[in-house]
């Protein structure tokens, strides 16, 4: 195992597409619900334990070797609403190009094979994790990272929000993020003994309907 392979999985510059979505933030921004940091990091809580824990587990389940097509399964279930399922597959379609030119593997090639139209992000992380030699734990935190890291760079585009203050958000969900990580890594290891229901099911249902709504403009900077 490489960890420095986590580095170059988590950077924003990675080509897996994930500049080009907000995680939320352009709708929660016009909404009025992120207005500065402070709003901003609340969003961002929120969303950790939402969203963010259930890619985490996803993705560290996949990390772990749980068959990826049952886990695109069960990720569909915890997506309920059409857009944010298609911008999950779009994402994991691009994540996927950009995994197996870096790391190709078997695994890959077969998962882009079963889902040629992208499996779940989450799912082609953990497998790109996988593939690299890391951990479930830094699939986890790799997953976990993204659901932060994309509405903090969101937010300095849609909102002049200073950089330094967006930063500086995102190292006060250091701890947090660790806990998040660690809850994620914990719940795939029961899969063995519990079945694919260990993994959590958290649910953000104003993410959701902000989704299908962002979904809909006519005019937007991001592409959800």
Known sequence: M???????LADGRFPAGGHAHSGGAEAAVTAGRITDAASLEAFCQGRLHTAGLVAAALAAAAAGGCDPLVLDEAADARTPVPALRTTARRLGRQMMRAARATWPSAALDALAAARPRGAHQPVVLGLAA????LAPLDAAYAAAYENLSGPATAAVRLLSLDPFEAT???ARLAAPLDQVAEQA??????IPAEGIGALPAASAPLLDITAEQHAAWPVRLFAS
């Open 2 to 8: 490489s960890r420095a392979a986590l580095l170059v």
């Open 168 to 170: 500086a958000v995102l």
């Open 185 to 190: 890594a914990a719940a795939a290891r029961r």
């Open 130 to 133: 996988r593939s690299a030699g």
